[in-house]
């Protein structure tokens, strides 16, 4: 039908069409924050400044930094098998609830080698366990993912302001929310751990979840390509009758690619239950999770473009609470917009610019780099 | 090589219903249609036969606005036309019943029918009208239909029927029937044919696609021959004979002159018997198939397209579950209750080149060397335990590309950028290097080039005389008595008969594949 | 009347109020996803009606202007998502997330510009807004037992917003069963080509279908933010479009079947806050969180095949490529 676009070089498709969706996104938001009246360059310097410059900012970047790395991660594991995961804060949440039963009722009488890495495992569990069910629900009984993903959020939203305000909630208390962990379930501090060997940084919520994250990002890669499995789950993403074909047993991969979507997903709820908040509070996840899928998508689901817009997304939501406070007309809601632009264009618009992009290139670069294709 | 068939037209004077000049189409790099002439009579029947790929469905897609071509002119009725979408084509009196039928499964006879043509913004008014233009066609020609039934509950040849009736309604004058009869039985066919004849007294000009020699020898007035997306001849159809369009339409002398050698057949290695499938909404697939394959032999099976032959594949491979019946490999039993997956099936020592590589044969995105593992990646071939070692399968799929002249040698080339005989060769190669005891193939050099087919004949021989027991599903008649050393013949999903191969002739297998049995057929 | 027979009125009642965005948002649902386009920015296109309703109606201080703003915009946001899926055949789902994180981040950004008060807009007056009808004969009929004060209270009062969403179920019902557009409409969720093949428009008529979910989600948002609220507040949808979402695939993409769900999803939300804390006969007191989850656990079991079959229409999420 339409013309031959030449494939894109890789480097093209990892680096330079991210790089020129996020300018589109920021030009865009850069047009809105000058109607609204306020000087667009301003606030970008604003927001910089916001996330790396002032002290502690840079903590509180990455603080973001490692949620996203794990909604990014989770959402780009089911992306390999071509599952659309936007449960990813339902997962987190119910995740949370892993973390904070053992946090809360088990860690007091267990020493800390025992109950931190028991409450990861369970936060891990209860989020795999969030994922596995609308995995089995779309492999063996044919229901669509993103429907029921959808659901089980709201589902873990209802199923958690019940638990909080009533059987889990903390006595004498107006909020609803747990009582606080037990110090033996706690994720430490980088600030204070760096304090330890004689750094002295400003405190931030930065904590060692950050390390986690990283971990799972080097894990992921080993999984989707260096592992049997990942094959296997590549496999069932790209053409799931060869899979069938190849003696891969289809549902079984989508149901435990879902789990470990889920269970990357619930790790997020250790940086914030056992490393920020120390208290299982309502709506922890605060959308976090759907910021997973604009991270995934930018980050072409590959760990390295999963950590830099992660890290892109971290400057954004810390830079854009400075906004908060610099200006009277423009607030964080403004990060939304991007995201929200950033998610249409990386994703929804890929179409758009992908094969003029592509024909460009070709005529640019001659022909002589992609002759063998 | 091409004819021209405008100055013939001159010289017999009659009108002319449709007239392409040099039409030309490529999607990406394949031609699809390259410089084609075509000169169509009005009130004939009009044959276009070629083999699968040749062109034949892009030009009539073309035709109908499906498809716009890249150059050429179209006349019809005398006048240049240009002809943009469907609405176009329907405009000018075109019609088409698509090989896949347009119909909305869910919807009513008279809803599919209406559907563009409903003759107001509700649909109250258009309906009488409509229910008037059923009742004349049924009338006029024979095709009675039930205006309130559902379309998915209605026989393939009523659906059909339908489709054809959606295609007339609006006073057609041109009708395109592309490879109309290739999911009808005989008996619809048959009707189906006559149906065209009353149209064609009518005045009506019918362009009709088929692959099938047979019928442009009962039904057409002229026929055209595409191959490899030219027309390469136009005949009337009283002053050919299906010999000449057979040639005209391979173009290539019989070219399976594989030397097959003698066979030495040994023990049964394969053994089916009593093998059913019925389809979920109660079709036959196939019935009671009871046959062996022996080590050291190729068994082949002949048969149209679509009788079966694809299901047959998929169970034995274990994609698909049987009905009934049970399956003996190597000595072990797979039973209808007791079915293997295909995991399981290749353990047993099962090796399976599918029909559709792109299918399933292939993970197109992924690389060379990711697909020559495919399905025996869980194997030490692709590392121990749980990981993949991606040097010892570089390591692999550099030797077998060695080995089975495989072009681009690049093992991080993803398959969907080697051709299509290349790409085949990468499954065969893979197939054929795990050392299976039993080899399910089908089709195994469509969409090949000539040399590919030669090398991959000479690998299926080669291992057919190393002792496997080989099953070779073929649609190319030549391709299967070429290589075969018994033939069995499939119609409407029942083994017709086995021959050995010194018995089999074309014509025989021809009356065998039309479902005549060995004997009739004798 | 008897105490408990008050409060179900009273229930049924808030059943009908909180029906009536559901209602409106199950609509445009159908009309986009019978035409094969996957709607998941039901919600995004609700919040940005109701937003621009409110910002109208406060501005203009009509009550109807608001809704032809909320209904322009709603069609806009429509329009991102059929530029998206249907010219460029993106992901349908991702582009409706694109759209709800939009309509949060806009609703916001422009609510705090225009209006300085922290994303809302300022409480609409009494003529601003729309405000309950009285119907004919409320007062001769209030003297008839029980029957009067059903019609008093369950028919009669609510604002007009109510009565046309109840009035565009069977219009919605009579386009898609009764008109040629309906027709095509039906025939381009199931087999594109088909419709391809007619002759008509693939692209032109999924647009349109677009347009009528963009205008009903417009209507939608009016009514949160001006007839049922006075004014808008951030992230006012709280979920409504996903639960019409759901009510669309319970009522099985029809329109009637999709009113019911919308009605049930409704009493179990009116419900749900009449019973805080009051326990049941039999069943003792039943958490509002559990009946506030049963529209979502519902649509789970049903489409697993659980509870009935539901099937969707067949070309639905995928882009057509001819």
């Given at each position: 039908?339409?013309?031959?676009?030449?494939?894109?070089?890789?480097?093209?498709d990892?680096?330079?069409?991210?790089?020129?969706?996020?300018?589109i996104?920021l030009i865009?938001?850069g047009?809105?924050?000058?109607?609204?009246?306020?000087?667009?360059?301003?606030?970008?310097i604003?927001?910089?400044?916001g996330?790396?410059v002032?002290?502690?900012?840079?903590?509180?970047?990455?603080?973001?930094?490692?949620?996203?790395?794990?909604?990014?991660?989770?959402?780009?594991?089911?992306?390999?098998?071509m599952?659309?995961?936007?449960?990813?804060e339902?997962?987190?949440?119910?995740?949370?609830?892993g973390?904070?039963l053992?946090?809360?009722?088990?860690?007091?009488?267990?020493?800390?080698?025992?109950?931190l890495?028991?409450a990861?495992?369970?936060?891990?569990?209860?989020?795999?366990f969030?994922?596995?069910?609308?995995?089995?629900l779309?492999?063996?009984?044919?229901?669509?993912?993103?429907?029921?993903t959808?659901?089980?959020?709201?589902?873990?939203?209802?199923l958690?302001?019940w638990?909080?305000?009533g059987?889990?909630?903390?006595?004498?208390?107006?909020?609803?929310?747990?009582?606080r962990?037990?110090?033996?379930?706690?994720?430490?501090k980088i600030?204070?751990?760096?304090g330890?060997?004689?750094?002295?940084v400003?405190s931030?919520?930065?904590?060692?979840?950050?390390?986690?994250?990283?971990i799972a990002l080097?894990?992921?890669?080993?999984?989707?390509?260096?592992?049997k499995?990942?094959?296997?789950?590549?496999?069932?993403?790209?053409?799931?009758?060869?899979a069938?074909?190849?003696g891969?047993?289809?549902?079984r991969i989508?149901i435990?690619?879902?789990?470990?979507s889920?269970?990357?997903?619930g790790?997020m709820?250790?940086?914030?239950?056992?490393?920020?908040?120390?208290?299982?509070?309502?709506?922890?996840?605060a959308?976090?999770?759907?910021?997973?899928?604009?991270?995934?998508?930018?980050?072409?689901n590959?760990?390295?473009?999963?950590?830099?817009?992660?890290?892109?997304?971290?400057?954004?939501?810390?830079?854009?609470?400075?906004?908060?406070?610099?200006f009277r007309?423009?607030?964080?809601?403004?990060?939304?917009?991007?995201?929200?632009?950033?998610?249409?264009?990386?994703?929804?618009?890929?179409?758009?610019?992908?094969p003029?992009?592509?024909?460009?290139?070709?005529?640019?670069?001659k022909?002589?780099?992609?002759?063998h294709v | 090589?091409?004819?021209?068939l405008?100055?013939?037209?001159?010289?017999?004077?009659?009108?002319?219903?449709?007239?392409?000049?040099?039409v030309?189409?490529s999607?990406?790099l394949?031609?699809?249609?390259?410089?084609?002439?075509?000169?169509?009579?009005?009130?004939?029947?009009?044959?276009?036969i070629?083999?699968?790929?040749a062109?034949?469905s892009?030009?009539?897609n073309?035709?109908y606005?499906?498809?716009?071509?890249?150059?050429?002119?179209?006349?019809?009725?005398?006048?240049?036309?240009?002809?943009?979408?469907?609405?176009?084509?329907?405009?000018?009196?075109?019609?088409?019943?698509?090989?896949?039928?347009?119909l909305?499964?869910n919807?009513?006879?008279?809803e599919n029918?209406?559907?563009?043509?409903?003759?107001?913004?509700?649909?109250?008014?258009?309906?009488?009208?409509?229910?008037?233009?059923?009742?004349?066609?049924?009338q006029?020609?024979?095709?009675?239909?039930?205006?309130?039934?559902?379309?998915?509950?209605?026989?393939v040849?009523?659906?059909?029927?339908?489709?054809i009736?959606?295609?007339?309604?609006?006073?057609a004058?041109?009708l395109i029937?592309?490879?109309?009869t290739?999911?009808?039985?005989?008996?619809?066919?048959?009707?189906?044919f006559?149906?065209?004849k009353v149209?064609?007294?009518?005045?009506?000009?019918i362009?009709?696609?088929?692959?099938?020699?047979?019928?442009?020898?009962?039904i057409?007035?002229?026929?055209?021959?595409?191959?490899?997306?030219?027309?390469v001849g136009?005949?009337?159809?009283?002053?050919?004979n299906?010999?000449?369009?057979?040639e005209?339409?391979v173009g290539?002398q019989?070219?399976l002159?594989?030397?097959?050698g003698?066979a030495?057949?040994?023990?049964?290695?394969?053994?089916?018997?009593?093998?059913?499938?019925?389809?979920s909404?109660?079709?036959?697939?196939?019935?009671?198939?009871?046959?062996?394959?022996?080590?050291?032999e190729?068994l082949?099976?002949?048969?149209?397209?679509?009788n079966?032959?694809?299901?047959?594949?998929?169970?034995?491979a274990?994609?698909?579950?049987?009905t009934?019946?049970?399956?003996?490999v190597?000595?072990?039993?797979?039973?209808?209750?007791d079915?293997k997956d295909p995991?399981?099936v290749?353990?047993m020592?099962?090796?399976?080149?599918?029909?559709?590589?792109h299918?399933h044969?292939?993970?197109?995105?992924?690389?060379?060397?990711?697909?020559?593992?495919l399905?025996?990646h869980?194997?030490?071939?692709?590392?121990?335990?749980?990981?993949?070692?991606?040097?010892?399968?570089t390591?692999?799929?550099?030797?077998?590309?060695?080995t089975?002249?495989i072009?681009p040698?690049?093992p991080?080339?993803?398959?969907?950028?080697?051709?299509?005989?290349?790409?085949?060769?990468?499954v065969?190669?893979?197939e054929m290097?795990a050392n299976?005891?039993v080899l399910?193939?089908?089709?195994?050099?469509?969409?090949?080039?000539i040399?590919?087919?030669?090398?991959i004949?000479?690998?299926?021989i080669?291992?057919r005389?190393?002792?496997?027991?080989?099953l070779?599903v073929?649609?190319?008649?030549?391709?299967?008595m070429?290589?075969?050393d018994?033939?069995?013949?499939?119609?409407?999903?029942?083994?017709?008969?086995?021959?050995?191969?010194?018995e089999?002739?074309?014509?025989?297998?021809?009356?065998m594949?039309?479902?005549?049995?060995?004997?009739q057929?004798? | 009347?008897?105490?408990?027979?008050?409060?179900?009125?009273y229930?049924?009642?808030?059943?009908?109020?909180l029906?009536t965005?559901l209602?409106?948002?199950?609509?445009a649902g159908?009309?986009?996803?019978?035409?094969g386009v996957i709607d998941?920015?039901l919600?995004?296109k609700?919040?940005?009606?109701?937003f621009?309703?409110?910002a109208?109606?406060?501005?203009?201080?009509s009550?109807?202007?608001?809704?032809?703003?909320?209904?322009?915009?709603?069609?806009?946001m429509?329009?991102i998502h059929?530029?998206?899926?249907?010219?460029?055949?993106g992901?349908q789902?991702?582009?409706?997330?694109?759209?709800?994180?939009?309509?949060?981040g806009l609703?916001?950004?422009?609510?705090?510009?225009?209006?300085?008060?922290g994303?809302?807009?300022?409480?609409l007056?009494?003529?601003e807004?729309f405000?309950?009808?009285?119907?004919w004969?409320v007062?001769?009929?209030?003297?008839?037992p029980?029957?009067?004060?059903?019609?008093?209270?369950?028919?009669s009062?609510?604002?007009?917003?109510?009565?046309l969403a109840?009035?565009l179920?069977?219009?919605?019902?009579?386009?898609?069963?009764?008109?040629?557009f309906?027709?095509r409409?039906?025939?381009?969720?199931?087999?594109p080509?088909?419709?391809?093949?007619?002759?008509?428009?693939v692209i032109?008529?999924?647009?349109?279908?677009l347009?009528?979910?963009?205008?009903?989600?417009?209507?939608?948002?009016?009514y949160?933010?001006?007839?049922?609220?006075?004014g808008?507040?951030r992230?006012?949808?709280a979920?409504?479009?996903y639960?019409?979402l759901?009510?669309?695939i319970f009522?099985?993409?029809?329109p009637v079947?999709?009113?019911?769900?919308?009605?049930?999803?409704g009493f179990?939300?009116?419900?749900?806050s009449r019973?805080?804390?009051?326990?049941?006969?039999l069943?003792?007191?039943?958490?509002?969180q559990?009946m506030l989850?049963l529209?979502?656990?519902?649509?789970?079991?049903l489409?697993a095949?659980?509870?009935?079959?539901?099937?969707?229409?067949?070309?639905i999420?995928?882009?057509?490529?001819?």
């Amino acid at each position: 039908m339409s013309a031959v676009t030449p494939p894109l070089p890789r480097w093209a498709d990892v680096f330079l069409l991210p790089i020129i969706n996020l300018s589109i996104a920021l030009i865009i938001c850069g047009v809105i924050i000058f109607a609204i009246g306020e000087n667009p360059w301003t606030a970008l310097i604003v927001m910089l400044k916001g996330a790396f410059v002032f002290p502690g900012s840079l903590g509180y970047t990455l603080y973001y930094t490692t949620n996203f790395i794990f909604t990014g991660l989770a959402v780009a594991v089911a992306f390999h098998a071509m599952m659309f995961n936007i449960g990813g804060e339902g997962q987190a949440y119910v995740g949370g609830l892993g973390a904070g039963l053992v946090a809360v009722f088990l860690a007091p009488s267990l020493p800390l080698l025992i109950a931190l890495p028991l409450a990861i495992m369970m936060a891990a569990l209860f989020g795999a366990f969030w994922g596995l069910v609308p995995g089995y629900l779309q492999a063996k009984r044919g229901s669509h993912i993103v429907i029921t993903t959808i659901m089980f959020n709201f589902i873990a939203a209802s199923l958690m302001v019940w638990l909080l305000s009533g059987p889990l909630m903390a006595p004498g208390q107006m909020s609803s929310q747990t009582v606080r962990i037990a110090e033996s379930a706690e994720m430490a501090k980088i600030a204070s751990l760096l304090g330890y060997v004689g750094f002295k940084v400003a405190s931030s919520p930065l904590n060692l979840s950050f390390v986690l994250a990283i971990i799972a990002l080097f894990v992921f890669w080993v999984l989707i390509w260096k592992t049997k499995l990942g094959y296997e789950i590549r496999a069932v993403g790209q053409n799931p009758e060869a899979a069938h074909y190849a003696g891969i047993n289809v549902s079984r991969i989508i149901i435990i690619t879902l789990a470990i979507s889920g269970g990357i997903a619930g790790l997020m709820s250790v940086n914030e239950i056992l490393g920020v908040q120390h208290k299982v509070i309502l709506n922890f996840t605060a959308g976090f999770g759907f910021t997973g899928i604009a991270v995934s998508l930018m980050g072409r689901n590959h760990p390295i473009g999963i950590f830099l817009a992660s890290l892109l997304f971290g400057a954004l939501y810390q830079g854009g609470a400075e906004l908060d406070f610099e200006f009277r007309t423009i607030t964080r809601e403004v990060v939304l917009l991007i995201q929200g632009l950033i998610i249409l264009f990386c994703g929804a618009l890929v179409h758009m610019l992908n094969p003029p992009m592509a024909r460009l290139l070709a005529r640019l670069i001659k022909p002589k780099e992609l002759d063998h294709v | 090589m091409t004819e021209s068939l405008s100055g013939e037209n001159q010289a017999t004077g009659s009108p002319l219903a449709l007239q392409l000049k040099s039409v030309s189409k490529s999607f990406g790099l394949v031609r699809a249609n390259r410089d084609v002439d075509l000169s169509v009579e009005a009130g004939t029947i009009h044959g276009i036969i070629g083999e699968n790929g040749a062109g034949k469905s892009t030009l009539m897609n073309i035709l109908y606005g499906l498809h716009r071509a890249d150059s050429g002119e179209m006349w019809i009725d005398g006048e240049l036309t240009a002809i943009r979408s469907s609405a176009d084509a329907i405009g000018h009196g075109i019609g088409m019943v698509h090989q896949h039928f347009m119909l909305v499964p869910n919807f009513s006879v008279i809803e599919n029918v209406m559907l563009g043509s409903e003759g107001g913004s509700l649909l109250k008014e258009g309906r009488t009208a409509t229910l008037k233009v059923l009742d004349d066609l049924g009338q006029n020609y024979g095709m009675t239909v039930d205006p309130e039934a559902i379309v998915s509950e209605l026989s393939v040849g009523l659906q059909q029927r339908v489709e054809i009736i959606k295609a007339l309604k609006g006073g057609a004058r041109v009708l395109i029937l592309d490879e109309p009869t290739g999911v009808l039985t005989p008996n619809e066919a048959q009707q189906l044919f006559e149906i065209l004849k009353v149209l064609r007294d009518d005045g009506v000009t019918i362009l009709l696609i088929t692959h099938k020699l047979a019928e442009i020898m009962a039904i057409t007035d002229a026929v055209s021959i595409m191959r490899n997306g030219e027309m390469v001849g136009h005949r009337k159809t009283r002053e050919t004979n299906p010999q000449e369009l057979a040639e005209l339409m391979v173009g290539r002398q019989v070219l399976l002159n594989v030397d097959r050698g003698v066979a030495n057949p040994a023990e049964p290695l394969l053994a089916v018997e009593d093998l059913s499938l019925t389809s979920s909404g109660g079709q036959e697939l196939l019935k009671k198939m009871s046959f062996e394959v022996r080590a050291g032999e190729i068994l082949g099976v002949a048969g149209v397209a679509g009788n079966g032959q694809s299901e047959l594949l998929e169970i034995l491979a274990g994609m698909q579950q049987a009905t009934s019946g049970s399956i003996q490999v190597l000595g072990q039993t797979i039973t209808a209750k007791d079915p293997k997956d295909p995991k399981s099936v290749r353990a047993m020592g099962v090796g399976h080149i599918p029909e559709d590589r792109h299918h399933h044969g292939l993970v197109l995105e992924f690389e060379a060397q990711e697909n020559i593992v495919l399905g025996q990646h869980d194997g030490a071939l692709a590392g121990q335990g749980k990981f993949l070692d991606n040097r010892a399968i570089t390591a692999h799929c550099r030797t077998l590309m060695d080995t089975y002249d495989i072009r681009p040698t690049n093992p991080n080339l993803k398959a969907k950028n080697f051709s299509g005989g290349n790409q085949q060769k990468i499954v065969i190669a893979r197939e054929m290097n795990a050392n299976p005891k039993v080899l399910i193939v089908g089709q195994p050099t469509r969409g090949v080039d000539i040399g590919a087919i030669e090398f991959i004949h000479k690998q299926l021989i080669a291992l057919r005389d190393a002792g496997c027991a080989i099953l070779l599903v073929s649609v190319e008649l030549d391709e299967i008595m070429g290589l075969s050393d018994r033939i069995m013949v499939m119609n409407a999903g029942k083994q017709v008969g086995i021959l050995d191969r010194e018995e089999a002739n074309e014509q025989k297998l021809g009356l065998m594949m039309a479902g005549l049995s060995s004997d009739q057929a004798a | 009347m008897s105490e408990f027979a008050l409060q179900l009125l009273y229930t049924f009642d808030g059943t009908i109020r909180l029906a009536t965005p559901l209602i409106l948002c199950a609509m445009a649902g159908i009309f986009s996803e019978r035409s094969g386009v996957i709607d998941i920015s039901l919600e995004g296109k609700l919040l940005t009606g109701a937003f621009v309703a409110a910002a109208v109606a406060h501005t203009t201080g009509s009550p109807w202007l608001g809704v032809g703003g909320a209904i322009l915009a709603s069609v806009c946001m429509s329009m991102i998502h059929g530029f998206a899926c249907i010219t460029h055949r993106g992901n349908q789902v991702v582009s409706g997330l694109a759209i709800n994180i939009l309509a949060s981040g806009l609703t916001v950004t422009i609510g705090i510009a225009l209006f300085r008060q922290g994303g809302q807009t300022p409480l609409l007056a009494k003529g601003e807004r729309f405000g309950p009808t009285e119907w004919w004969l409320v007062d001769l009929f209030n003297h008839v037992p029980i029957l009067g004060t059903i019609y008093r209270e369950l028919i009669s009062g609510h604002n007009m917003l109510v009565y046309l969403a109840l009035f565009l179920v069977p219009v919605s019902a009579f386009i898609l069963y009764k008109t040629r557009f309906g027709l095509r409409l039906r025939a381009v969720g199931e087999v594109p080509a088909a419709v391809d093949s007619a002759g008509v428009s693939v692209i032109w008529l999924r647009y349109r279908a677009l347009i009528l979910a963009g205008l009903l989600c417009g209507i939608a948002g009016a009514y949160l933010s001006t007839a049922q609220g006075a004014g808008f507040v951030r992230e006012m949808s709280a979920g409504k479009g996903y639960i019409a979402l759901a009510a669309v695939i319970f009522g099985k993409w029809r329109p009637v079947p999709a009113l019911l769900a919308c009605l049930l999803f409704g009493f179990l939300e009116s419900a749900s806050s009449r019973l805080e804390g009051v326990p049941l006969p039999l069943i003792g007191e039943v958490p509002t969180q559990l009946m506030l989850a049963l529209p979502y656990i519902m649509t789970v079991l049903l489409l697993a095949g659980f509870i009935g079959k539901a099937n969707p229409p067949k070309a639905i999420g995928e882009p057509y490529i001819k």
